[in-house]
């Protein structure tokens, strides 16, 4: 299966609700993710699963107005919503419907936002692997040859 692979770097802060240690507070991440895309039909005329730059602009581009420099929280989590808000130096919150885990994170790109940003574009970005740190990731996959996925991903 041919895949072509984007890497993009960005900031965000988070708190991971009810975590039993010091991830309940207001921490932040130099996050990278890796968007693995493959093909609905095979490679384009040029012999590419995609141009990268539409993996930077669309993917890279969403991640940039959505989630650079931004926090993130769990829509439960009203009292840090709320405080956020009210800071000074407030520029957005992104509200997650799940904990802002590296897991959630990777799974809200992959099924939700990958889809959108990519209908039309003749690929299926299957596999999103989100690093929180130098030293933890998570990753999430799905078939991309899957007719309901690929349903998602065509015009």
Known sequence: METCVRKIHFCYGHRVMRHE?????LHGHNGIV????????GLDELGRVIDFSVLKDEVGGWIDKNWDHT???FKDDQETV????????Y??????PTNPTAEN????LLYEV????LKGKGVVVHKITF?????????QSLDPKDEKIIALYSN
């Open 21 to 25: 240690s010091k991830c309940a507070t």
């Open 34 to 41: 890796w968007a693995h895309a493959t093909p609905i039909e």
């Open 71 to 73: 926090m993130i929280l």
């Open 82 to 89: 709320e405080l956020c808000q009210k800071a000074p130096s």
């Open 91 to 96: 520029k957005d919150v992104f509200i997650l």
């Open 105 to 108: 994170l990777a799974h809200y």
């Open 114 to 117: 990958c889809p959108k940003v």
């Open 131 to 139: 690093w929180e740190t130098e030293n933890c990731y998570a990753t």
